[in-house]
């Protein structure tokens, strides 16, 4: 699998810190099952935790400031060096945290994904949103949704923005929007800037497993008005 787009700093140590919503979690999880460099990147932003954590427990000055002083400067410097550097070479065959390798794993469906809908992406029990549109609640969050999505050859998402993040993991086919093109394996990782009409490209339906904080921000009429029926 050929992946092109990853996982941004900033989703990565809000992974690790255990700070993402349950839905966001669970595409960041499903996408690091797969790939090779946003997996050791975890591993290392889970050691860069763990040294921070070594320095205040380490220091018995009876000063808090003093605490707050030692882990601003060594702790920042560990994190900013491991960020200017190169990213680590994959290793084909290394365990996931899910325990499963990731070799010979030929199944569409990731395997944190699979305890919710199954193994077959094909056996999901898709209900029909419009001509070409299909989706499956994951699960419901608060706010925001946590949903497959399939979308047909040739259509587009009505043009839309973000109250908040929105994280998008391709698992079939592909699309384009004005971030770039994104096909099997890639990660849109969008903030609240971004605004985009993503539009399946491929001669094969588009399925994506996407996760919201909130609602999305929808810039035309049409997208205001059919929004409360499609729960987006
Ligand atoms: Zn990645």
Not at 5 to 18: I, M, P, Q, R
Not at 53 to 64: I, M
Not at 71 to 96: H, R, S
Not at 129 to 156: M, N, T, W
Request: with cysteine; proline share 5%.
């Amino acid at each position: 699998m050929n992946i092109n787009h990853h996982l941004d700093e900033a989703t990565l140590f809000s992974y690790v810190a255990g700070a993402l919503s349950q839905g966001m979690a669970l595409v960041v999880a499903s996408h690091i099952s797969i790939c090779d460099s946003c997996r050791e990147r975890v591993f290392e932003t889970e050691a860069i935790g763990g040294a921070l954590l070594d320095d205040v427990v380490n220091d018995n000055s009876p000063d808090s400031s003093s605490v707050s002083v030692k882990v601003n400067e060594t702790a920042l410097e560990q994190v900013l060096a491991c960020l200017d550097e190169e990213a680590p070479v994959t290793t084909p065959g290394k365990i996931p945290p899910d325990g499963e390798s990731t070799v010979g794993n030929t199944s569409e469906v990731p395997a944190p994904l699979r305890d919710y809908i199954g193994g077959s992406l094909d056996a999901v029990q898709w209900k029909r949103l419009s001509s070409g549109f299909y989706y499956f609640d994951v699960f419901s969050e608060q706010r925001g949704i946590c949903r497959l999505l399939k979308v047909a050859p040739g259509k587009s998402i009505l043009h839309h923005g973000h109250h908040g993040n929105e994280l998008t993991l391709l698992l079939r086919g592909s699309y384009a929007d004005e971030v770039g093109r994104f096909a099997q394996g890639d990660i849109a990782d969008l903030d609240d800037q971004i605004e985009h009409q993503p539009l399946v490209d491929g001669d094969e339906n588009c399925i994506c497993l996407v996760a919201t904080d909130y609602p999305l921000r929808f810039t035309t009429l049409l997208g205001k008005v059919i929004q409360p029926m499609t729960g987006f």
